[in-house]
């Protein structure tokens, strides 16, 4: 898959240290994938969330962290649309959010 918006996730990591290792073997994993169907993503991701609209919430670092991506299947491009602490996603809609 194409990880779209990298340089957020790379702010996230500056700002939050400890979740560096976490984001960085996600977005390996991401890189690596060739999701055709949410369900790819299930078998890859067991906690990850699918939603409306083609979103997927990801767990990171037990959960410490989120991060919500809108995956456009048949091009093979993930768009990362927010990365927070867990506190801080409590305060979005994930079927809507769009930080990036």
Same mark, same amino acid.
């Given at each position: 898959?194409? =990880?779209?918006? $990298?340089?957020? =996730? =790379?702010? #996230?990591? +500056? +700002?939050?240290?400890? %979740?560096?290792? &976490? ?10 994938? /060739? ?9 890859? #991701?067991?906690?990850? %969330?699918? =939603?409306? %609209?083609? *979103? ?7 959960? @410490? !962290? *989120?991060?919500? $991506? &809108? ?5 093979? #491009? $993930? !768009? $990362? +649309? #927010? ?5 801080? !996603? @409590?305060?979005?809609?994930? @079927?809507?959010?769009? /930080? !990036?």
């Amino acid at each position: 898959m194409h =990880l779209v918006s $990298v340089p957020p =996730l =790379l702010a #996230f990591i +500056k +700002k939050h240290p400890a %979740s560096k290792q &976490a984001v960085l073997t996600w977005c390996d994993e991401v890189k690596k994938a /060739q999701w055709q169907h949410p369900a790819d993503i299930k078998r890859q #991701f067991a906690t990850a %969330s699918i =939603l409306k %609209s083609r *979103r997927v919430v990801f767990n990171l670092k037990g959960n @410490d !962290y *989120r991060v919500v $991506v &809108a995956v456009a299947y048949n091009m093979g #491009f $993930v !768009y $990362v +649309k #927010f990365i927070g602490t867990h506190a801080e !996603y @409590d305060t979005i809609d994930a @079927d809507t959010v769009d /930080q !990036y």
